[in-house]
């Protein structure tokens, strides 16, 4: 029996789906700014309840880096009502036709991009997300039926509450915008099979999360997020690009999906190299984990176990491993790798060639930071999430990867012969 | 614990799987033309362990029409070698970059098209699928893990060893084509589980198989072909048009997914449409369901049931309503259609367009049959299947559907700021 409340709810966005489909470009940017206003103007509210999640998750022994997500400020309350009002300036994918060409008998088809309908995102205790979410959706005519982690119940419903409203006031069907914060976790098991109602699910969070949601939904899935991701320095690699590289992709933001997680150094230039970076990381606070060659060329750090090296660390934790050659770097890239983000740093035209084709991955790098598998850095100008699965799309989601199409057919009396 | 012929399998694909994403497509053309070559060789084989189970599925009291799609003939092997070499002339959309811009720190970004890896289908006793999804898997350069219903055992089990061998042969590597003809059924359940070696599972059959795959699957699914269809003839309708229409929708093919189920016709053509139509469509072998109103204006027809507009007859049945309007008729779709295909019959700009743009379905028409609703109609060249889900692609899924994306970026040494 599926509760009442995920029925009710997934048939009020499904009803709003059907008008959000076909609501206006004009009319979504007004619903996106008057949301923005009204979060802005809802601040003390705002912080009220999320300062009753704070005291509550500090008394459940929250990490202080969980707790700096939870934590919602003034300023913050503003970057979310700049996020959606960035939307507002954003194309509206929904409506274009791509292509149109002639089937058989002269059928006039065309692609039309629509919105995916029903949009289930499942995520952690990170208010932000709430209002992220709420708006890439809203942009793209998709309802949205948000679910955050326990932790951020107050938070979460009081945003949600104002978006909703908001949106309303502004044009927007009832249930639009809508958030489940029953606490019992057997609805969650039910929204992921939802499939009466929800179009999709899309998990942000951490690998835990997601795996519960891949495993337990029968409801489509867009899988986002983990990231195990290497550096591979060539035997033709410019050194003080790599140096740069790998200290900007292990240390500018440890704890994110396309942070590098794993170094791998062509034995011809490990002597020179990995001395020098490795004093540089550990300067920087990154415990080295380095295999036998690694140890006997950079003193006084750890061994890398096998473990080590198929670990998402999040952290400034770093595994090293020196290899022969370019097909090793691949192997083990194939072997331990997510299907993320996968750098090379090479001169060498052909090894950045086969590399770049050869390598399966969500994004692959000759001579650049792994994380620049952003939304915003490729240019997207929003996102949504990083999908590490194949369906669908792969890599960062702006609006377009909340989409779909649907053919449409002009004829003039066609049958089929 | 996963069954051991699964995981061999499984992991023989993968390896496949990354050989022939970089195989050239010469080479993919010359083994699609060695695996056409030896299904011919192969006839008599083909035939003899045909014959077994066409055998054994009329012990097993198997349908007429069952027994049809069973049965191989030398002409079917024949069709389904001029199959395989029909994709040898269709582009290769493997590698392709579709589009490179500049991103962040003018990083340079490219779309490449990458095949979607392993490949899970799972299917009924109709064996040219084994050709058709061992053909188009291999020219998109996926590894394919085929299982066939159990009916069809041993015609599946000859056809794959012909193909595998052929391709191997050819140039293909080990494990590119594989079946399971393993006939416990938890093998299946397992199969759909399967996602360490499995990218995608595409179920083909009956509504019963394709909820089985969507309800018990962890691996992403494609959802394909339930087709409960309907042609709406407007107010504006050419009467003439629309008698074509609905004979050819229902009458050509009834027992495929994007044959008509159901007739909407606004209640002032009805009368002048209805009796005619009726009566033709009665010739031609039809049962007539109306509601009240068709009822009253044509005799000895039975009456339609709610559960009858919600059915995919996959027979000569039609379920007909009179409607008052044409959003009576839009909201009539969207309540029992299944989102495959949907055709409107007017002269009418305004209506046509309302409903092309307001109908969400894979295939929308104006004043076309919903047969067009195809690969080969829409010039794709080829077909694994029509998606019904949103995820991924919609309706016919020719080459291009069996692929996904990759980015790759090239740097000169960029850090992320």
Redesign the interface.
């Known amino acids: 029996m599926i509760n009442q409340e995920l029925r009710d709810k997934g048939s009020r966005a499904k009803e709003a789906s059907?008008i959000l489909?076909?609501l206006s470009t004009d009319k979504k940017n007004n619903i996106l700014a008057a949301m923005a206003a009204a979060l802005e103007e809802a601040e003390l509210q705002i912080l009220i309840e999320n300062a009753l999640d704070m005291t509550q998750a500090k008394e459940n022994g929250m990490s202080k880096a969980l707790l700096d997500r939870l934590h919602l400020t003034p300023a913050r309350i503003k970057d979310m009502a700049d996020g959606l009002r960035a939307l507002v300036s954003l194309p509206d994918p929904i409506?274009g036709v791509e292509s149109m060409?002639?089937?058989?008998q002269d059928?006039e088809?065309g692609r039309?991009r629509?919105p995916?309908?029903v949009i289930g995102i499942i995520y952690e205790a990170r208010p932000n997300v709430t209002a992220d979410a709420a708006g890439l959706c809203l942009k793209t005519g998709n309802a949205v039926i948000l679910r955050g982690g326990s932790d951020a119940l107050n938070s979460n419903r009081i945003i949600t509450e104002v978006l909703a409203q908001a949106a309303e006031a502004a044009g927007a069907p009832a249930g639009s915008i809508q958030s489940i914060e029953n606490p019992d976790r057997d609805i969650v098991a039910q929204l992921m099979k939802l499939?009466q109602y929800l179009?999709?699910l899309i998990p942000r969070g951490g690998a835990g999360l997601i795996q519960s949601v891949?495993?337990?939904a029968?409801v489509?899935?867009?899988?986002t997020g983990i990231g195990n991701c290497h550096i591979y320095v060539d035997s033709y690699a410019?050194l003080?690009?790599a140096e740069?590289?790998i200290?900007?992709?292990k240390c500018?933001r440890p704890g994110v999906c396309n942070a590098a997680e794993n170094l791998l150094v062509h034995e011809k230039v490990a002597a020179e190299f990995l001395p020098k970076v490795c004093k540089r990381l550990r300067q920087a606070g990154v415990e080295i984990r380095g295999d036998q060659r690694t140890r006997d060329l950079v003193p006084d750090i750890n061994e890398a176990s096998e473990e080590d090296y198929g670990k998402e660390f999040l952290d400034l934790i770093l595994a090293v491993k020196v290899v022969d050659n370019l097909e090793q770097a691949m192997a083990h890239i194939?072997k331990y790798g997510t299907g993320h983000s996968e750098a090379i740093v090479t001169e060498h035209y052909g090894h950045?060639r086969t590399f770049?084709?050869?390598v399966?991955?969500?994004?692959?790098?000759?001579?650049?930071?792994t994380?620049?598998?952003d939304g915003?850095?490729?240019?997207f100008g929003a996102e949504i999430g990083i999908s590490t699965?194949?369906?669908?799309?792969?890599?960062?989601m702006g609006l377009k990867e909340l989409t779909?199409?649907?053919?449409?057919?002009?004829?003039?009396?066609?049958?089929?012969k």
């Open positions: 059907r489909a076909s409506g060409w002639k089937g058989a059928i088809i039309m629509v995916l309908g499939n179009d999709v891949v495993l337990n029968t489509p899935v867009i899988e410019d003080k690009k740069e590289i200290v900007n992709a500018q194939q950045a770049l084709q050869g399966d991955a969500a994004a692959v790098y000759a001579n650049a930071s994380r620049f598998t915003f850095q490729f240019g699965q194949k369906l669908h799309t792969r890599g960062p779909t199409i649907k053919y449409i057919i002009y004829g003039d009396g066609q049958i089929r």
